[in-house]
């Protein structure tokens, strides 16, 4: 909606439903917020929009107005519209919190007259609040009650996944990781996303989860072993070869590594296209065990017969 005021104007002339989510996140208002764009807000707001309206994590457009610096405009907009800065998020925080957290003394000023103060802040004043939000006390409570909120939306993610609701599963992956922390990374949520997403059928999506939890947990072999189910959907077997051996590396015990080693080399008839691969699994000076790297001795032989993989049938 950035800079398409003239777009907004015809659509609610004709009919267009301001209140309309997409993808089930962002209604129109918050589209208009993340657009930079005041004008097509306010017409929004005289065209209908809902002022409380946040989207599917229940922020409302207040509180994603007081997240970033330099908002005053927005924010100005919704008070007058009557959006309640009274309304907390998540986590319980306030709008005027969110202004401090990120240092906007003057949207904390602006926000001061119209917010009631909450029953657990003491030294109720602009300075106060600014004082408030940057103790130790209170950033430790918000890491616990961040970690408490994560672990709710992966179980609610794990729940979607076990019906068969991906497109639920992701959003919920999705909201989950706003609340990682720097110190606690749950790079299985990426895990946890890739597959999803490979359930779908978007390799393109399975792949990107699957290198994100590598780059953060990279000795962790199930990251290699979702990177090598994307690349096998992909039809970029040699590059499943890879990933699969890296995970069995990490992980030679688990038998759905082998089983996936196997697999591949079974329906590509051990047709790897890829010269580095050779040498890789040539080069192993480490004495193989467990049932990946069986696999791996096993099928050695492929390795050297480099010739056209086959792609897989339709439905395999």
């Known amino acids: 909606m950035r800079g398409c005021p003239q777009v907004i104007r015809v659509l609610l ?27 097509c807000m306010k017409l929004l707001i ?6 409380h309206a946040g ?20 924010v100005k907009c919704l008070l007058k519209a009557g959006a309640d800065p009274n309304i907390p998020d998540e986590l319980g925080r306030l709008p005027i919190e969110i202004a401090a957290v990120q240092g906007g003394k003057k949207l904390v000023q602006l926000l001061f007259p119209v917010t009631r103060c909450p029953p657990n802040m003491s030294g109720w ?7 408030y939000v940057n103790s130790a006390a209170y950033k430790e409570r918000v890491r616990k009650d961040s970690c408490k909120r ?27 990781l706003k609340f990682d922390d720097p110190n606690d990374i749950d790079a299985s949520i990426y895990a946890n996303k890739s597959l999803c997403w490979l359930r779908l059928g978007v390799g ?6 699957a290198q994100a939890c590598i780059r953060l947990w990279p000795d962790w072999g199930k990251g ?5 189910e994307a690349f096998r959907f992909l039809q ?12 069995s590396e990490l992980d030679p015990q688990n038998p759905k590594i082998a089983n996936a080693l196997r697999d591949l080399l079974e329906r590509t008839k051990g047709a790897l296209v890829s010269r580095r691969l050779e040498e890789g699994v040539q080069g192993r000076s480490q004495v193989l065990s467990g049932p990946c790297d069986q696999t791996v001795r096993e099928q050695g032989s492929f390795v050297q017969a480099l010739g056209r993989a086959q792609p897989l049938s339709s439905g395999q």
């Open 150 to 176: 994560k672990a709710e939306l992966k179980l609610e993610g794990n729940k979607a996944y076990e019906i068969k609701d991906y497109d639920t599963a992701i959003l919920m992956y999705n909201m989950a």
């Open 55 to 74: 989207g599917f994590s229940g922020a409302t457009p207040l509180l994603l107005a007081c997240s970033r610096r330099g908002n005053i405009g927005f």
């Open 224 to 228: 290699y072993y979702r990177q090598g």
């Open 236 to 247: 970029d077997y040699a590059s499943a070869y890879a990933a699969f051996v890296k995970a």
């Open 46 to 51: 005289e065209g209908g929009a809902n002022v």
């Open 125 to 131: 004043s602009v300075a106060g609040i600014m004082s």
């Open 13 to 39: 002339r004709h009919g267009a439903d301001p209140n309309k989510f997409a993808s089930r996140v962002f209604t129109p208002l918050v589209s208009s917020l993340l657009g930079g764009s005041v004008e």
């Open 204 to 209: 393109d999506e399975a792949l990107s989860d």
